[in-house]
């Protein structure tokens, strides 16, 4: 028969052809579209990065301006849409949420899920990352019982997100400055991250000419496991469970031990074997953050660096190469800026929306891309006759 290469997990495959990200594993370097991430985060901005992955450059004042206007007319959910929320239990987690309403978008805006005409193609993309803040604030607000909250379009990106999250109509609310400026950091550094398990999803359904709504649905889907997106929540519920400094060995202990499933949430990566680049820039915004806010000697962040530094000097993890990722640190920020854990997720999911449409976009636009169709190495039974029921 065929001959095929074995690569269960994609260690040794590209899938595709893409001048979006650039990751060097080795050196900790990431890039889009040249720019180091670093850069980006200290000097840019999410919405300006969201032109960069999506355009190729970045953006002129005039071009900038015309983008922030079309994103922001677009925030607005359709009305009809709250009954999708309101179908759900009170105490369904945000992501299941995310999941089934980002799915019936294309019930919706069926105007944008002709992808051969690239207009349509366009406005999906705008109205995909100018929705998605709405809907991840309103399955939070749904959690808790509380009203939903209108986009305002006179604030910016981050800070509309904070808003529809905590405003009240009860309560004048203003957007804290520095937290609206984390908030749009941490959306920076979780902008894209080329053939990720997520991105790989969405490219894959997009890939049979599935809508753009319903290929972001299938990305989210796939971020939420624990490996991926979900760690970000799973490392702060970690983190809480260690609790003081002095049961961090104990932890470390349970990581190394290969009869324990236990893994060190937030470390380790497939493509990182030295610190992730996002991580370094966490960090420093988390320490800025706390500061900020007078939050001092938070237990959380003093055992996460414990753990850093215990595990970062101990043989195991150097020797596997395991440094700190994206995710072990995003959650004290959030912490502190009053999200559950729960919805540390769906705060990826919508920061990465732009990295899914801008990967999606540059696949409907490749001659060379197929209908993604792996094949695999058979163990099953050789052909064999089919027995009666009675003679089994
Ligand atoms: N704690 C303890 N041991 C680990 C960890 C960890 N966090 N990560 C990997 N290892 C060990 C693993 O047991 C294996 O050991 P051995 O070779 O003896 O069997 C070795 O390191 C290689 O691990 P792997 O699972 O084969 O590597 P992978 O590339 O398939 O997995 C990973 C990458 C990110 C899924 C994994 O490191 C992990 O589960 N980390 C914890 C979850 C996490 O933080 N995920 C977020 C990833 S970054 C952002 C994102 O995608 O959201």
């Known amino acids: 028969g065929d001959v095929f290469t074995f690569d269960p997990g ?19 370097e990431l890039l889009h579209r040249g720019y180091p991430i670093d ?32 994103v922001t007319r677009h925030t607005m959910l359709h009305e009809q849409m709250q009954y999708f929320f309101r179908g759900f239990r009170r105490d369904a987690h945000p992501m299941a949420i995310m ?16 992808i051969s005409d690239p207009w349509q193609r366009e406005v ?28 305002r379009n006179n604030l910016d990106y981050a800070a509309n997100f904070l808003h529809m999250c905590f405003a009240v109509p009860s309560e004048e609310y203003v957007v804290d400055p ?12 979780h902008a894209d991250h080329e053939q990720n398990a997520s991105t790989s999803t969405v ?3 997009g890939s049979s000419g599935a809508n753009p709504f319903a290929s972001i649905a299938a990305g989210i889907a796939c971020l939420w496991g624990p490996a991926h997106g979900g760690a970000n929540q799973a490392c702060l519920e970690m983190l809480r469970q260690i609790g003081t400094v002095d049961n961090i060995p ?19 990566h497939r493509v990182y074997k030295n610190f992730d680049p996002r991580a370094k820039v966490m960090k420093e915004s988390a320490d800025e953050v706390l500061n ?14 414990e753990l850093e530094r215990i595990a970062l000097e101990d043989e195991f993890f150097v020797e596997k190469k395991l440094y700190p990722n994206v995710d072990f640190y995003s959650g004290i920020i959030l912490e502190a800026m009053g999200f559950p854990t729960s919805m540390f997720t769906p705060i990826f999911a919508l920061s990465r929306t732009v990295g899914w449409i801008s990967q999606w976009k540059e696949m409907i636009g490749d001659p060379q891309q197929k209908i993604g169709r792996p094949r695999q190495l058979y163990t099953g039974a050789p052909r064999r006759s089919y027995s009666e029921v009675e003679d089994r």
Not at 178 to 189: G, P, Y
Not at 292 to 305: M, P, Q, R, S, Y
């Open 39 to 70: 850069e980006l985060a200290d000097k840019s901005h999410y919405l300006e990065v969201c032109y960069l992955l999506l355009y190729g450059e970045l953006p002129t004042a005039a071009q900038l301006e015309d983008f922030e206007t079309r």
């Open 292 to 305: 900020l806010l007078g939050i001092e000697d938070n237990e959380t962040l003093k055992v996460a660096k």
């Open 99 to 114: 999941v089934g309403v980002v799915g019936a978008m294309s019930a919706f805006y069926h105007d944008s899920t002709d």
């Open 124 to 151: 999906a993309a705008i109205r995909m990352i100018a929705k998605m803040p709405t809907i991840a604030a309103w399955a939070y607000k749904y959690s808790i019982g509380q009203p939903f909250v209108y986009p």
């Open 178 to 189: 520095i937290l609206a400026k984390a908030m749009d950091r941490i959306m920076m550094l």
């Open 250 to 268: 104990e932890y470390i202990k349970r990581a190394k031990d290969k009869d324990d499933p236990f893994r060190l949430m937030g470390f380790g």
């Open 10 to 28: 994609f260690t040794s495959t590209a899938s595709c052809q893409s001048s979006i990200t650039y990751i060097d594993g080795d050196l900790g």
């Open 203 to 205: 490219r894959l359904a």
